[in-house]
């Protein structure tokens, strides 16, 4: 009997690893007042919930959202993945909140996040394209900006991580952690690269939480006074679908261009 509880201590552990919240990463919505939590585990858990409040004070209020199965087609060993993602509403401009995320299984550690500005606040973006997991020597530099309060949001356009999908996704893992200590403070939004293409975008579709429904690829959202558009020329290479994404987008743009000139 001596020699069963190591073993079963080690399954324990194990199981609670599982479950542990880790890449959490925010991002803007259409909405001023609103936040994205997204999250990783590779266990499904019974629920995925943000409890938060404002910095410094209780964790008084909680929101729920959903959980997401990706399994990963690349490597040989492949991986499941659980993307949780939850909204949070009704959040004050340019405010510190405290939150943690995760579920009753188990709870990520507490983090700080700063929300946007309105319509009149000035802001301060960190915007950059193909940034690695290996030699990426800009992180050091952006989590320094996000601690230090420098910079309201990142905008990362394209070829993530070098690659997201490498490794069976490991390498996407080990990138999406590096860059926690950035993601979990500001609103990290990204749009596609050509690194990104394998299975059609499904790490790059799966992993990140952007405004609209079109698979992250093109969306806009508003930051302090600009109304900031995303696109993606992938779709112009990348023909799985046809040509229907390219006219899909365009005239997105055309109807999303009309109302924020007016608006």
Avoid at 27 to 45: D, G, H, K, M
Avoid at 172 to 193: H, Q, R, T, W
């Amino acid at each position: 009997m001596q020699f069963l509880l190591p073993l079963f201590c080690v399954v324990a552990i194990s199981e609670w690893a599982l479950t542990a919240p880790e890449q959490v990463m925010i991002a803007a919505t259409e909405q001023y007042s609103e936040l994205v939590i997204t999250w990783v585990t590779f266990e499904s858990t019974s629920t995925s919930q943000v409890l938060y409040g404002l910095n410094g004070g209780p964790l008084s209020n909680v929101a729920y959202g959903s959980e997401t199965e990706f399994v990963h087609k690349e490597g040989k060993n492949p991986l499941t993945r659980y993307i949780h993602r939850v909204n949070l509403t009704n959040l004050l401009p340019l405010t510190k909140y405290d939150y943690m995320c995760g579920s009753l299984a188990n709870w990520s550690k507490l983090f700080t996040m700063r929300t946007l500005g309105d319509g009149t606040s000035p802001t301060t973006l960190a915007v950059f394209g193909d940034l690695g997991y290996k030699n990426g020597q800009s992180i050091y530099s952006l989590i320094s900006e996000a601690t230090n309060g420098t910079i309201d949001g990142v905008l990362h356009c394209g070829d993530i991580a070098y690659n997201l999908f490498n490794d069976g996704g490991r390498n996407g893992d080990d990138f999406l952690n590096a860059i926690e200590p950035i993601s979990s403070k500001v609103p990290y939004m990204v749009a596609p690269g050509n690194h990104e293409w394998l299975h059609n975008f499904s790490d790059y579709r799966y992993r990140f939480s952007m405004p609209g429904n079109t698979f992250n690829g093109y969306y806009s959202w508003n930051v302090g006074s600009a109304h900031i558009i995303s696109l993606t020329t992938e779709i112009y290479f990348f023909l799985w679908d046809g040509i229907d994404l390219i006219k899909q987008q365009y005239d997105w743009l055309v109807q999303d261009l009309q109302v924020s000139t007016w608006s």
